[in-house]
């Protein structure tokens, strides 16, 4: 229809001789999707009807199946103007707003689709939570609350920041409006844009990032009434893909402090590296109240080896209200050395564990290293062992029931059930033989809970009493 091309038949009926001059063209030359030239014109079969398919299936011909026909614009336009003409077609915007317009000026009221949908979802607001991460020089990962209104389809971005963030007080990253997936610039101000690109509630899906003006948001959980929206409209569950977004715990780095000179108490050169303004370190006002004038005196004799040392008696003193130590030497008639204070009253480190000195370092039979000096403590003073009795979970080897249970492996030997009783210096042989790991002090334990003086003026250790209290 008017393409100015002379139409009508091409070719009468009649036959048709081939190119080669062989004979006429005939139904075996005929093909879908091959080419034909007929007086000098070249055609390309694409399909053939109903009849002819069933004519070349009877005679067990194979003719091949039908190909798409291209079509140009014109014949598109052609198909779109005659489905219009049969009204096969939605009607368009424009004619559904004029058909509007003149029904409201015939009296009928307007049914507006945005005045429906906000009469059905006013107040109803979808709950977003969801990050960006800001990968410039300075950005940092910034954390959103994401409202979607379903009463218009607008969305809004409000900043969620932890307490002394240091960042500006507002909240409104992206104010109230419709969020678009792709922006485009407009030439002219006030020009129609097109509405179906707007985020829809179907487009959001936790676990899914949706584009904020060129910036990545992630979206990683919701709230309860997000959550029953989606199950009840669009069957989806939007728990289910709830990422874990919480930071690791921040670990610093603490600098150790430097060794101390031995010039003065360490505690007080070392509150000199925590503060610029120096004060007086804490002390334990408990300890202060309950153990002042405490005093726990061991006496100890130097174990170096030397024989001008081998007769010097020394007292270790233990303050338990500050954990301090000081050792004093005892005159000793024709020893050679000055009497007096060996060490000063101070808290000292213990070579051994390389901590300041506890009580419980203190025991009667060990060795212990003070002022460079190993020692040998060989007995302590009635008020410190009823001061270490008073205490039997803190100090095990002055609790007489540990000491015996202990000693209940030797239930086999003969001489603990002997009703005169055991030497102690015996009973620590049969110990040490046994493979026990027992010192002085426990003996001194059993000793003073189990003693018993013979007909000699000797102390013996009364066996079965120490099997019975052990359990054995």
Known sequence: ENSGIVQGSFLKRQRVSRNDGTGF???????????????GRTYHITGCDSFTRWYYREIGVEIGENEEVQEDAWQKSYKLRKLIDRGALPPSRFSVEQKTIGQFQM????????LTQFLLNDRRVLRFKGYWDDHTKYGARLYFNIHYYLADNTMEFNEAHCRNSGRYPAPVFFKRGPLRKHNVAHCVPAMLTDESCVYLPEDLRVGDSIDVWGRKVVLFDCDAFTQKFYKEYLDLDQRQNRLDVSEKPVTHLKLTPPPHNGVGKEEDSLISTQMINVKAPKVDLEKLMVYTGEVLRFEAKMANGLAED??????IAYY??????????????????????FADKRRMKNPATGK??????LV??????????????????????????????????????????????????????DPEGIDPDRLKELAVHLGLDIVDHE???????FGEMDEEGNLRIYGPAVLKVGGA
């Open 356 to 361: 300041n000195f506890k009580l419980s370092d």
């Open 25 to 39: 063209i005939g139904p075996e030359d005929l093909r879908c999707g091959i080419q034909i030239t007929l007086f």
């Open 310 to 315: 081998e007769m010097r008696v020394l007292v």
């Open 364 to 417: 009667v039979g060990t060795t212990v290293t003070i002022a460079g000096q190993p020692l040998h403590i060989i007995r302590a003073d009635e008020r410190c062992l009823r001061f270490l009795e008073a205490r039997p979970r803190e100090f095990p080897y002055a609790d007489p029931v540990a000491c015996c249970r202990k000693l209940a492996a030797l239930k086999g030997e003969p001489e603990m059930q």
């Open 443 to 449: 003996l001194v334990t059993v000793l003073r809970k």
């Open 320 to 341: 338990p209200h500050d954990d301090e130590v000081a050792v004093f030497e005892i005159p000793v008639r024709n020893s050679g050395h000055w009497t007096g204070k």
């Open 107 to 114: 009296g009928a009221p307007p049914v507006s689709k945005k």
